[in-house]
């Protein structure tokens, strides 16, 4: 007994570590109780945010990942549900290690059915929840399903994983709608647009509160032009992601070399190979691959180097890879910014300051509390 106990004990220890990281830090979740083998968290409470639902979803396929691989005698698994929708949060009801909050609503209720409805492994969401993240994820329609205490069947999703779409813009919003008002904007960015073609580098920044069109009009200009003969690159900075100072450029780089979820490690260095192609010097690849996380072999070594001239290195390859673009053509270059994302746009700085008289480039920057996810283009 004794022995079964203790192999419980640290089976439950395992499977609780998960739940910590994902959701008390890095996506803002609030862990509002344990119920058995079951926990209850809330997005939104005691902190709001406007992308909490796609906290929630991102937070469930960590979950999901990390205990996919805990190490125990037992295989363990997990199935999430997620539901949306309006709550009440009461007094604190209870004592001791059974007080907690009293919540009204049907949407807790409605996220422990569809937990019973996934499979183990899998993450359900309502509908409610799906029209939230939008295109973010890619998503299964369960069709509607007859949950217990609910008169009408509900419908219901599985989210499969990340949908790896362009930005949070293009993901949470339908386009259709015109854009008003935005005229003499437009025409600005415009002539800016030119001046770049004819060689002079112009940066222009877009700045204001949210939902007032920052990322509608800089993707008016992207269509506005498209028939000219341009590069574009997008660079979009990540709330999750506050740490990696060069996570905007990761993102565009591995979205530009055509990285997939399937892809190995060889593969994907063939792919930034034949994207950084012959204006990569000595080193440039070596740099690169350790920035993208790729264990480059011994096609590709490590530099020996100090962390600080690894870091100017680096730099100055991403920026020889801007200036082999421009030369064939002229660049756009789109960095959504997150006002919080100190080290990203002072890299981005950084990078912008050293570009080259033979740059033909056009800088936007939309900026605003909000950030979006990366994009990719700049294929050579």
Known sequence: MPRCGHSLRSAATAYDAPFRHPFDGYF?????????????????????????????????????????????????????GIASGLV??????????????????????????????????????????????????EIEDLGPQPLAGFAEPQRA??????????????????GTTPLVGRDEELDLLTRRWQQA??????????????????????AVLSAHIEAESHTRIRYFCSPHDQDSALYPFIGQLERAAGFTRDDTAAIKLDKLERLL???????????????LSLSGGERFPP?????????????????????????????????????????????????RSRRSQACRCCWSQPTGPTSNRPGSEGRR
């Open 197 to 218: 073609k004819s060689g002079d580098r112009r940066l222009v920044l877009v700045s204001g509160e949210p939902g007032i069109g920052k990322s509608r009009l800089t």
């Open 277 to 291: 192609g012959d204006g990569a010097e000595p080193g440039d690849l070596s740099l690169i691959a350790e920035m």
């Open 157 to 174: 999703w599985r989210v499969v994983g990340e949908s790896g779409v362009v930005s949070r813009f293009e993901a949470l919003r339908s």
């Open 28 to 80: 803002g979740g609030f862990v509002a109780k344990y119920m058995g083998d079951g926990v209850l968290i809330y997005f939104g409470y005691p902190e709001a945010h406007e992308d909490d639902a796609e906290r929630a979803a991102r937070a469930g396929l960590a979950v999901i990942d990390a205990v996919g691989r805990l190490a125990t005698q037992e295989p363990l698994n997990v199935r999430i």
């Open 88 to 137: 009440i949060v009461g007094d604190l009801i209870g004592a001791g290690a059974a007080q907690e909050r009293g919540v009204v609503g049907e949407t807790p209720n409605l996220s422990a059915r569809l937990q019973t409805l996934a499979r183990p492994g899998t993450l359900v969401v309502a509908d409610s929840t799906r029209r939230q993240i939008g295109t973010l994820f």
């Open 303 to 351: 530099l020996d180097l100090s962390p600080q001239r690894k870091k100017e290195r680096t730099l100055a390859a991403l920026l020889r890879q801007l200036q082999a673009l421009a030369r064939r053509q002229p660049v756009l270059m789109i960095s959504r910014i997150c006002i919080g994302s100190i080290r990203p746009r002072a890299s981005c700085s950084t990078l």
